[in-house]
């Protein structure tokens, strides 16, 4: 069956890093989109960052963009998400989600919707 695990989430300053890697089994890792979303306490689900199937395409919301890179590895079928420069709004529990088949290997959505796989979700926690 198809998994997904996130890891390397934790506790982290204002303005330090952290990456989250995310791995894919049970899929054809390349004929998928992968995605980032995140849930504040109190809070709806919201889009970060999604990749496309051939990682020739990556989208990011406006909040983090230019703080984070999406990127993925076919060899390892893992998605990662590099997050620098956080701040405490950032604080959350991220999910990594996988959105396919494709048959269009550079098309990315935004829409959690459209997500058909999704990990257990990985804490994050930025202090001021």
């Known amino acids: 069956q198809v998994q997904l695990v996130e890891s390397g989430g934790g506790l982290v300053q204002t303005g330090g890093s952290l990456r989250l890697s995310c791995a894919a089994s049970g899929l054809t890792f390349s004929t998928y989109a992968m995605g980032w979303f995140r849930q504040a306490p109190g809070q709806e689900r919201e889009f970060v960052a999604v990749i496309s199937a051939n990682g020739g395409n990556a989208v990011y919301s406006d909040s983090v963009k230019g703080r984070f890179t999406i990127s993925r590895d076919p060899g390892k079928n893992t998605v990662y998400l590099q997050m620098n420069r956080l701040k405490p709004e950032d604080t959350a529990v991220y999910y990594c989600?996988?959105?396919?088949?494709?048959?269009?290997?550079?098309?990315?959505?935004?829409?959690?919707?459209?997500?058909?796989?999704w990990g257990q979700g990985t804490q994050v926690t930025v202090s001021s």
């Open positions: 989600a996988a959105d396919g088949p494709m048959s269009t290997p550079s098309r990315v959505s935004r829409n959690d919707r459209l997500y058909d796989y």
